[in-house]
């Protein structure tokens, strides 16, 4: 078992093929609100942080449940892979690129089905009441 194996949380969700791949969500346990500009994007109780780790530790991503967006956002053609998470949706507002989603993530990553993530370059989060 490597370093990083042996570094992981318990409850932290692990790639099977590489367990040095793994992720844990940590509900922020704070109201969080999404902004594109002056629009409300998402409104929710219900976040979390997503804390990856693999070759590097990875900045943590927040994510949003997709029953708490406030607006229609389009999907995209793009899509992309993740070997821990499974295939990514990207979605826009008014024709730009702002997020994603893992629609159908594979069966060992289950708990970010439903939850949204958004470019914090092209978002503005605030957390707290």
Not at 85 to 90: F, I, M, N, P, T
Request: charged share 25%.
């Amino acid at each position: 078992m490597t370093d990083i194996e042996a570094a992981a949380p318990d409850g932290a969700i692990r790639r099977p093929d590489k367990p040095q791949h793994f992720m844990m969500l940590k509900p922020i346990g704070q109201h969080v609100r999404v902004y594109v500009g002056k629009t409300l994007i998402a409104d929710t109780a219900e976040a979390v942080y997503v804390l990856e780790t693999f070759n590097k530790v990875y900045d943590p991503v927040i994510y949003v449940t997709g029953a708490d967006i406030a607006v229609a956002l389009s999907r995209l053609e793009k899509s992309t892979h993740c070997p821990l998470k499974g295939d990514a949706s990207y979605y826009a507002l008014n024709g730009e690129e702002i997020g994603w989603a893992y629609q159908t993530p594979f069966d060992f990553s289950q708990a970010i089905r439903g939850y949204h993530a958004f470019r914090p370059e092209k978002v503005r989060i605030e957390i707290g009441n």
